[in-house]
T-cell receptor, first 113, second 116 residues
Framework: AQKITQTQPGMFVQEKEAVTLDCTYDTSDPSYGLFWYKQPSSGEMIFLIYQGSYDQQNATEGRYSLNFQKARKSANLVISASQLGDSAMYFCAMNTNAGKSTFGDGTTLTVKP | GAGVSQTPSNKVTEKGKYVELRCDPISGHTALYWYRQSLGQGPEFLIYFQGTGAADDSGLPNDRFFAVRPEGSVSTLKIQRTERGDSAVYLC??????????????FGPGTRLTVL
């Protein structure tokens, strides 16, 4: 069975600073993908970044980067230069080749001006 | 260039009634997923279709929940004898193919179901 754990229910960050959102996962499947999604108060799920289990380098997408430590089974999201619009719920999720996705319970990020 | 659409956006029903929630995936996406999201929680997997068939329905909570995708495109989630505990946002997502882990899922806006 797959499991995603996000241990930070809420996080605060000052505008323009960097923040790290934690995610640990558990799976026995050797092939998997790790995703981060942003869900603003409007409710839509917005894809941010993807990391494959066999990728040698950490994924980056603009201000988002994924700190992937396979041996520790962690896939933390780093947001650099935080903006007020980054305030939202953030979900870590894992896909396997079986198709099913497993999500964590999310972290609420609040960016302070 | 339409994304995933879901109708209705909101549904209010009474306990014991039957409801249908519709999902129209992105054209060409063979995989379709249904999730349920309760307030303050992450999406909870319900069922996944690859084409017309349900490849994994292990997340359906009980036999009151059923989903179909007869032509491999639009899907309908059906809930019989609704209960107050069924109140949640029901999210639909689609991806190019479900049997590879790297395919991003594209989410619809969700249907907010309220059972009174």
């Amino acid at each position: 069975a797959q499991k995603i754990t996000q241990t930070q229910p809420g996080m605060f960050v000052q505008e323009k600073e960097a923040v790290t959102l934690d995610c640990t996962y558990d799976t026995s499947d050797p092939s998997y993908g790790l995703f981060w999604y942003k869900q603003p108060s409007s409710g839509e799920m917005i894809f941010l970044i993807y990391q494959g289990s066999y990728d040698q380098q950490n994924a980056t997408e603009g201000r988002y980067s994924l700190n992937f430590q396979k041996a520790r089974k962690s896939a933390n999201l780093v947001i650099s230069a935080s903006q007020l619009g980054d305030s939202a719920m953030y979900f870590c999720a894992m896909n396997t080749n079986a198709g099913k996705s497993t999500f964590g319970d999310g972290t609420t990020l609040t960016v302070k001006p | 260039g339409a994304g995933v659409s879901q109708t209705p956006s909101n549904k209010v029903t009474e306990k014991g009634k039957y409801v249908e929630l519709r999902c129209d995936p992105i054209s060409g996406h063979t995989a379709l997923y249904w999730y349920r999201q309760s307030l303050g929680q992450g999406p909870e997997f319900l069922i996944y279709f690859q084409g017309t068939g349900a490849a994994d329905d292990s997340g359906l909570p009980n036999d009151r929940f059923f989903a179909v995708r007869p032509e491999g495109s639009v899907s309908t989630l059906k809930i019989q004898r609704t209960e107050r505990g069924d109140s949640a946002v029901y999210l639909c997502a689609s991806s190019l193919e479900g049997t590879v882990h790297y395919n991003e899922q594209f989410f619809g806006p969700g249907t907010r179901l309220t059972v009174l």
